[in-house]
């Protein structure tokens, strides 16, 4: 709530005390397809699938913490973060004094897709410490509208209209701006490369849509992408671009391809906020706790990858000798334990390339 907060301080500053219209979310930067139609058909309440618009908020996502109740039977207690009013919320989560009901039927949140009615189900541990989890929400504008709303009302702003969406046929014509806040690219990539933040990447792609090919939508992305990676060198054909975080099993690269990415990004002149963007072994991200050992410590930065069946790791190493290799490895179809097989393979392989003295 903090940046809304800020915003309904800065309102109050300028003398509005009452809001006589509505609140109107302007989400038109974007289309209104929230998700990608080749993403897994049955996650979308889960925070890696949230859904893609103009405007976010708390990663599109309510955060929620669970305790367990007084006694066995009596009803878990679940606590929203934020409340901000926007989903219809019961909760059904069960005290339970058996650890192995608790381990094989656990606890979770449902809803429709297109829907903020949810329910939690389940149970949960009697002598169980609190448990931090998830939920996304429908229609990510609506959700910042209505915590704008909270945030309004709770600095003395009082709102006499409803939360509703802009329209395609409504204007901006003698709007003024009351607040604001802007972040840098590199600091927003970066984000999104070290904590594997998929709704950041499809924003990004949607934008550089609008930006590149009018239209935030996810094909305009991919088509703005194409011109880049012409640049580099990979044609049309070679590659496969339904979205931005790689979630959907329809994007597919080469390691080849994704070589060249990097080696052309590393004489580019954002080489810096690129490559900074990229988890540090042993220190950042998703390598914070792999190849942490020896010489390999922050010797390797790359980016992980991963969906069912698929595991990549993409990057740049710093050799023995003093160089720097970019490298790209992607299993796919494989058996087995993704971080107990894959990964073990993966890090031998990055032992390798810094030892290396090409």
């Known amino acids: 709530m903090a940046p809304l907060r800020r915003f309904a301080a800065e309102a109050a500053a300028a003398g509005i005390k009452t809001v006589t219209g509505d609140i109107v979310a302007n989400d038109l930067y974007f289309d209104?397809?929230?998700?990608?139609?080749?993403?897994?058909?049955?996650?979308?309440?889960?925070?890696y699938q949230a859904p893609v618009g103009a405007l976010a908020f708390n990663d599109n996502c309510v955060d929620t913490i669970v305790r367990p109740g007084s006694s066995d039977?009596?009803?878990?207690?679940?606590?929203?973060?934020?409340?901000?009013?926007?989903?219809?919320?019961t909760n059904s989560i069960k005290t339970t004094s058996s650890l192995k009901k608790?381990?094989?039927?656990?606890?979770?949140?449902?809803?429709?897709?297109l829907s903020n009615v949810v329910r939690a189900k389940?149970?949960?541990?009697?002598?169980?410490?609190a448990a931090e989890s998830n939920f996304t929400v429908y229609d990510p504008s609506l959700y910042l509208a209505t915590a704008l709303r909270?945030?309004?009302?709770?600095?003395?702003?009082?709102?006499?209209?409803?939360?509703?969406?802009?329209?395609?046929?409504?204007?901006?014509?003698?709007?003024?701006?009351?607040?604001?806040?802007?972040?840098?690219?590199?600091?927003?990539?970066?984000?999104?490369?070290?904590?594997?933040?998929?709704?950041?990447?499809?924003?990004?792609?949607?934008?550089?849509?609008?930006e590149v090919e009018g239209e935030g939508s996810?094909?305009?992305?991919?088509?703005?992408?194409?011109?880049?990676?012409?640049?580099v060198g990979i044609k049309p054909g070679e590659y496969v671009m339904a979205d931005g975080s790689g979630l959907s099993?329809?994007?597919?690269?080469?390691?080849m391809a994704l070589t060249e990415i990097l080696k052309y990004m590393y004489r580019h002149p954002s080489v810096n906020e690129f490559r900074d963007s990229l988890p540090l072994s042993g220190y950042e991200g998703s390598l914070a706790s792999r190849l942490a050992d020896g010489p390999y410590l922050g010797k390797i930065r790359a980016k992980t990858g991963y969906i069912l069946r698929v595991s990549a790791?993409?990057?740049?190493?710093?050799?023995?000798?003093?160089?720097?290799v970019a490298f790209s490895m992607v299993f796919n179809g494989f058996k087995g334990s993704n971080r107990y097989t894959i990964k073990p393979i993966q890090d031998k392989i990055c032992r390798t390339i810094v030892d290396s003295s090409p």
């Not at 039977?73 to 919320?89: C, E, M, N, Q, R």
């Not at 991919?222 to 990676?229: D, I, N």
């Not at 790791?313 to 720097?324: C, D, M, Q």
Request: glycine share 10%.
């Open 102 to 113: 608790h381990r094989s039927t656990g606890y979770g949140f449902y809803r429709d897709k």
């Open 122 to 129: 389940g149970v949960y541990y009697q002598k169980g410490a």
């Open 150 to 210: 909270k945030a309004l009302s709770d600095a003395g702003i009082s709102v006499r209209g409803q939360v509703r969406r802009m329209a395609p046929s409504e204007s901006l014509e003698g709007a003024r701006l009351i607040a604001g806040n802007h972040v840098k690219l590199a600091e927003v990539v970066r984000f999104c490369n070290l904590n594997s933040q998929n709704l950041y990447a499809e924003m990004l792609l949607k934008t550089l849509g609008r």
């Open 313 to 324: 790791l993409s990057g740049y190493a710093l050799t023995a000798n003093g160089k720097t």
């Open 32 to 47: 209104r397809r929230f998700w990608c139609p080749s993403w897994p058909s049955n996650q979308w309440i889960h925070w």
């Open 73 to 89: 039977g009596a009803s878990a207690i679940v606590t929203l973060s934020p409340d901000v009013g926007y989903v219809d919320f």
């Open 249 to 255: 099993p329809e994007t597919n690269f080469s390691t």
């Open 218 to 231: 996810f094909e305009a992305g991919g088509r703005a992408v194409g011109r880049f990676l012409e640049k």
